[in-house]
């Protein structure tokens, strides 16, 4: 890159996407890019990428689904890489980004009103639940008992924790993204010394999470992060099959919601028997077995076994959008359009 930061001169809102690595990941941002399509033809929408992945749009005929596509540099094509970075890659006066595995589910126009009244902000809880950064399993029971988390409070001087869900993330002061970011690269090396797990312990994960270490640099700046959790204001949540109805091409999405966190957050536990075990016996206190069916804004496919039903959405798109190419696999402006019309309507 020529600079170290990409100019805010591309419009005052639009949404971003990174893409990097294997050219699956760029076919999932044309695909979230088609669900976004759906309910929002008026923001620019920005791709942030690798030279790999533009001269494969390029070569398909599919760059000009993007409005914006800039250059990433090669230290940042990671997940800390990137979100650690994020400042850098700031096209719009307000820049939204949002993680490819990602699909939208209804028009964000009341999403954007919300994000307007913060200068920076994660989608996240206030407070975050005892799975966050640890184990998904019963071993997390010993960083209760022990008491880890405060731990690892007390020796960085912080009095809170929120649960980040970095899927989303949006600013609109560069400056204070810098300092996110880099207090979030300096907690992170100081891993050892605090409760967090690798993600790389993880059977599937080759990448390191930004979640915890971008929580741990909000609470040191006291940001607030935007409320994950609204019921049917929710700005996204985790697909799970078990507690998802939808069809295959995500055109009708509701998630089944528990009014209290914690029974949420048990969403994704395993074993299955002992999840089901213990949400029926917390549900039977009053009060904790309140539950909607609620159609976030977008649907996220953050949990790596449940990822499934978005890969198979990700390469029908992508397979419509090649068979819709001119012969000689060059497409004008005006056809690419068409072709993302045809697929988002």
């Known amino acids: 890159m020529s600079q ?5 001169s591309f419009g005052q809102e639009g949404y971003l996407y990174v893409s990097y690595g294997d050219l699956r990941y760029l076919r999932h941002a044309v695909a979230s890019l088609t669900t976004l399509r759906r309910y929002d033809t008026q923001r620019p929408v920005a791709l942030v990428c690798t030279e790999a992945h533009q001269a494969a749009l390029v070569e398909h005929g599919l760059r000009e689904l993007f409005d914006v596509v800039l250059p990433l540099a090669s230290e940042h094509a990671s997940v800390v890489g990137f979100k650690h970075n994020f400042y850098r890659y700031l096209p719009f006066e307000r820049t939204l980004y949002v993680d490819a595995d990602l699909v939208w589910c209804r028009p964000p126009d009341p999403l954007w009103h919300h994000l307007r ?7 996240g809880t206030q407070i975050a639940d005892v799975f966050f950064g640890g184990p ?6 010993w960083d209760w008992v022990l008491n880890r988390r405060a731990r690892t409070l007390s020796r960085f001087g912080l009095t809170y924790l929120s649960r980040v869900q970095a899927g989303m993330m949006f ?19 100081q891993m050892s010394r605090t409760h967090f797990r690798s993600r790389r312990q993880e059977a599937g994960r080759s990448e390191e999470s930004a979640e915890w270490s971008l929580a741990m640099a909000m609470a040191s700046l006291n940001l607030p992060v935007f409320p994950w959790l609204q019921g049917q204001e929710s700005p996204q949540l985790d697909f799970v099959s078990d507690f998802t109805r939808y069809d295959p091409d995500f055109r009708e999405v509701s998630v089944l919601y528990y009014s209290r966190p914690l029974l949420y957050a048990m969403r994704a536990y395993r074993p299955v028997w002992l999840r089901t075990l213990l949400m029926g016996l917390l549900s039977l206190l009053p009060g904790w077995g309140d539950y909607m069916y609620v159609t976030p804004y977008a649907l996220h496919f953050g949990i790596l076994r449940e990822k499934g039903p978005f890969y198979a959405f990700a390469d029908r798109v992508w397979a419509h959008l090649l068979q819709q190419q001119a012969p000689c696999g060059e497409a004008s402006v005006s056809e690419t359009r068409a072709v993302e019309d045809a697929v988002v309507s």
Do not use: E, H, M, N
């Not at 170290?4 to 805010?8: A, L």
């Open 136 to 141: 998904k399993d019963v071993r997390v029971i």
């Open 4 to 8: 170290d930061w990409i100019p805010q």
């Open 117 to 123: 009244a913060y200068p920076f902000t994660i989608t």
């Open 171 to 189: 600013a609109q002061d560069r400056d204070l993204a810098r300092q996110v970011g880099d207090l979030a690269s300096y907690f992170l090396s």
